[in-house]
């Protein structure tokens, strides 16, 4: 009975909370109806990054595989293939990828912040750029210059080149570890250019969500500014496997929906709703680069990763999420 009556009152919470936001039940129609659906029309299966060969997987977040297509040569890579994402968002990938699980001879280099919450277990050691310096504050001059320094300023975003520096250190400290580097491009906010430069203005208008759906934006500009942010990503990213060496693999989490119709549903996907399995959602890259000798690999123990939940929350907020 109390098992009943927590549901109710989740039931009516939520819709005392969203009842009259279409968009929550656009959501929500999507996820809980045509998600289900979508699984048994293209199969709810994916791949399991973690039982593949790798040294260095390098994770370029909501980064749908005919994107990554359109803006690299495939024969650039020593292998390229399209394999399909177990999630359709980060979270939904962590869990079914991480959660429960141990992983003793893997770091974990990130700056998606959902990691903390979902398998802080389960790696040899997580190094979290969005927590590192969260006791820093931004109010006085001193720590908003460490924050800026840290890529962690008023855009909600880790830029790449702060986390390939914090990845190298990784590989110093932890030469026998296999490492997974999870950058936040070419999610949004669009930050960069395709030159590795940071744009003089963030295009934070430019988003598959509400910005497109709305009408704010139209397809076209929101894909040139993504795939300008995946060119900025992949310049640091690429740069960071000569350094690494060994076999890295660069792919993603999950892809992204913009705006494509939700086949046999008369609605069209935005963005990227949990469980809503689409093929341009689920659908990402497989490239492998070879850079020299590979390094032997350890397993030794994992540790837990000490993060203060209610700081990550603060952070999964700033970035847009729902906690």
């Known amino acids: 009975m109390n098992n009943i009556a927590n549901k109710i009152q989740y039931i009516a919470s939520e819709l005392s909370q969203n009842g009259s936001d279409p968009y929550w039940w656009r959501q929500r129609f999507a996820s809980r109806i045509a998600g289900p659906a979508l699984g048994h029309i293209h199969d709810n299966s994916g791949v399991d990054y973690m039982s593949r060969d790798w040294d260095n997987l390098l994770i370029l977040d909501a980064c749908r595989a005919d994107m990554f297509e359109e803006v690299f040569d495939s024969t650039q890579f020593d292998e390229y293939e399209s394999v399909h994402s177990i999630g359709c968002s980060s979270p939904e990938w962590m869990k079914k990828t991480f959660h429960g699980k141990e992983f003793p001879d893997t770091v974990y280099v990130t700056a998606n912040p959902w990691i903390s919450k979902i398998a802080p277990d389960s790696?040899?050691?997580?190094?979290?750029?969005?927590?590192?310096?969260?006791?820093?504050?931004?109010?006085?001059?001193?720590?908003?210059?460490?924050?800026?320094?840290?890529?962690?300023?008023?855009?909600?975003?880790?830029?790449?080149?702060v986390?390939?520096?914090?990845?190298?250190?990784m590989k110093k400290e932890y030469p026998d570890k296999r490492l997974i580097i999870h950058y936040f491009q070419p999610h949004a906010p669009c930050v960069g250019n395709p030159d590795g430069s940071r744009k003089d203005e963030v295009l934070n208008e430019m988003h598959p969500g509400d910005d497109l759906k709305e009408g704010n934006v139209t397809r076209e500009e929101v894909w040139e500014a993504y795939t300008d942010n995946l060119r900025y990503a992949f310049y640091y990213a690429e740069e960071l496997s000569r350094d690494l060496g060994g076999r890295s693999v660069f792919t993603a989490d999950h892809g992204e929906l913009f705006g494509e119709w939700l086949w046999p549903f008369p609605i069209r996907g935005y963005a990227h709703p949990d469980s809503v399995r689409h093929p341009k959602l689920t659908e990402v890259p497989w490239a492998v680069v070879e850079h020299g000798d590979r390094r032997e690999i350890t397993a030794e123990s994992t540790s837990h990763h000490e993060a203060d939940d209610s700081v990550v929350n603060e952070r999964l907020k700033d970035l847009g999420y729902k906690v």
């Open 163 to 169: 986390l390939s520096d914090a990845a190298r250190d």
């Open 123 to 161: 790696f040899h050691h997580i190094e979290n750029l969005w927590l590192r310096d969260y006791d820093v504050s931004a109010e006085d001059l001193e720590g908003a210059a460490v924050l800026e320094e840290a890529g962690l300023g008023d855009v909600p975003t880790i830029y790449p080149d």
